[in-house]
C-alpha cells in the first residue's frame, strides 16, 4: 500500500477515480504476500502489483469493470482450474484479489 | 476525515494502523441459520480501521461484528500478520459466512549501525532497499556525519551502549543491530547493550580470529552461552564477499535466511541444490514490504 500512496494521490488531486487490488490471499506458492497491492485508474495507470507480472494484465480489466460497476470484486487467480480461469500463475499457486472502487 | 486518508495519514507518519475489510459474503444458502426476510447483511468492503489510542473507525452495520473484527485487528498489530479469517455475520467464531482480510502496516523495522567506516554506508544502502529505518551510531564526532551516510535516517554521535540504552525498548524480533565497529572497547559494550534487548538480529563484524577474542571478552564481561549463540559473527552469509558493497548483501542475506529458520547446516545452498519451496513463510514476523 505505502508505495503506491504516491500515485493514489495525485491521480485524486487530478479528480481520477481509483481502484485498488490487493491480494488477500495466497494457497501454495505465490510470488507475492497478502497486502501486495496494485492501483489503478479510470485513464488504465497502474501503480504496483501483485504477483510477478502473470495476472497484472486481467487485474487491471476487473479494477476498470469495478470503477464501471461501483461494487467491489473478488477474483481468484490459479493455476488449478484452467476451465474456470484463463489466467493463471506460472509458479503453480493460486492467489485471491480483492478489486474494489476507492470510495471510502 | 475518510477511512482511506486515515489509513494513508498513520502510513505515512510511520504508525501503526490496521485495515480490516470485508471482502466476501459466503453463500447464504449454506449459512446454518439462513438470513430472515428482510435481513439486512453485512456489506461486501466495509471497513474497520484500527489505531492504538483511537476508537476504531467504520462499520459492518453489525455492531457485534465490529466488535470482534476490532478485537482481532488489534491482535494483528501486536503480531503484525496480514491475512484473512472468518466469521459469522455477528461475529460468530468457527463460522463461514463473511470473509474478512484483515491488513497490519507496521512502521518499518530499524536497523541500527554501530561504526561509522565504509561498510556502514553499503550497509545503509542496502537495508534501505530492504525497508528499514537506518540510524548510523559512533562515538567519533569527525566521522559520524551525515554527510558521510547520506542514506541514513538518523547519525547519531554517541558510545553505542549509551544509545542503545536510549531505544532499548523500542527493539523487538523485526530490528537489527548490526556492530561494524571491530574495535573492543566499542564492540563489547555494544554487544552486551544490544543483548540485554529484543533485537531478533544482532552481528559482529571481524575475522574469526577476532570474533574468538571477542567472544572470549564477551565471556569475561559475564555474557552467558545462552545469549553468546545470539551474536552472529564473523557477520554475514558465507557468500565470499570483499568489497564493502558485497559484504553488506551478505549481511542482509543472513538477516533474511534467519527469519525463516536459518541457513542449512551445510552453509548457504543455491536454489539449484536445495529442495522445497522457493517463497518461505517468516517464522516470526513478516519482514518490510
Not at chain 1, 492501483?39 to 501503480?47: H, L, W
Not at chain 2, 549501525?113 to 542496502?126: E, N, P, Q, S
Not at chain 2, 541514513?152 to 530490528?175: C, H, M, N
Request: hydrophobic residues 45%; charged residues 25%; aromatic residues 6%.
Amino acid at each position: 500500500m505505502k508505495e503506491v500512496l504516491g500515485d493514489i494521490e495525485r491521480w485524486r488531486r487530478a479528480g481520477r477515480r481509483v481502484a485498488l487490488a490487493r491480494v488477500v490471499d495466497v494457497i501454495g506458492s505465490g510470488p507475492r504476500d497478502p497486502g501486495a497491492t496494485m492501483a489503478v485508474n479510470e485513464d488504465g495507470e497502474v501503480a504496483g502489483s501483485v504477483s510477478g507480472g502473470c495476472v497484472e494484465g486481467a487485474v487491471l480489466t476487473e479494477a476498470l469493470g469495478v470503477l464501471e460497476a461501483g461494487e467491489p470484486r473478488l477474483c481468484t487467480f490459479g493455476y488449478s482450474d484452467e476451465e474456470a480461469f484463463s489466467v493463471g500463475l506460472t509458479c503453480g499457486g493460486t492467489i485471491r484479489v480483492f478489486v474494489e472502487p476507492l470510495d471510502w | 476525515m475518510s477511512l482511506y486518508e486515515a489509513v494513508r495519514d498513520a502510513i505515512r507518519a510511520e504508525e501503526e494502523v490496521v485495515m480490516a475489510t470485508l471482502v466476501e459474503l459466503t453463500d447464504p444458502a449454506e449459512w446454518e441459520i439462513p438470513p430472515a426476510g428482510g435481513e439486512v447483511l453485512p456489506r461486501v468492503g466495509a471497513k474497520i480501521v484500527v489505531r492504538p489510542g483511537q476508537l476504531p473507525l467504520g462499520t459492518t452495520g453489525d455492531a457485534d461484528l465490529d466488535r470482534v473484527i476490532a478485537r482481532d485487528a488489534w491482535a494483528a498489530l501486536e503480531s503484525g500478520l496480514t491475512g484473512t479469517r472468518h466469521y459469522g455475520r455477528h461475529g460468530q467464531a468457527n463460522q463461514r459466512e463473511v470473509v474478512v482480510f484483515v491488513e497490519a502496516f507496521a512502521p518499518p523495522p530499524l536497523m541500527v549501525i554501530f561504526g561509522a567506516v565504509d561498510f556502514t554506508a553499503a550497509l545503509a544502502r542496502v537495508a534501505k532497499i530492504l525497508g528499514y529505518r537506518v540510524v548510523v551510531c559512533d562515538a567519533r564526532p569527525v566521522f559520524a556525519t551525515p554527510a558521510r551516510f547520506p542514506e541514513a535516517d538518523e547519525v547519531v554521535v554517541s558510545w553505542p551502549d549509551r544509545y542503545l540504552d536510549t531505544i532499548a525498548g523500542q527493539l523487538g524480533p523485526r530490528d537489527a543491530v548490526c556492530v561494524l565497529t571491530h574495535d573492543p572497547k566499542f564492540d563489547i559494550p555494544a554487544i552486551v547493550a544490544a543483548l540485554r534487548t529484543r533485537v531478533g538480529y544482532l552481528g559482529a563484524m571481524g575475522s574469526r580470529r577476532t570474533h574468538a577474542e571477542r567472544t572470549a571478552r564477551l565471556l569475561e564481561a559475564g555474557v552467558v552461552e545462552s545469549d553468546l549463540v545470539r551474536v552472529m559473527g564473523p557477520i554475514g552469509l558465507d557468500i565470499g564477499a570483499r568489497t564493502p558493497e558485497e559484504t553488506a548483501i551478505s549481511i542482509c542475506a543472513e538477516i533474511i535466511a534467519l527469519r525463516v529458520g536459518g541457513p542449512g547446516p551445510a552453509g548457504v545452498t543455491s536454489l539449484r541444490d536445495s529442495r522445497g519451496p522457493i517463497h518461505q513463510d517468516a517464522v516470526a514476523l513478516s519482514g518490510p514490504d
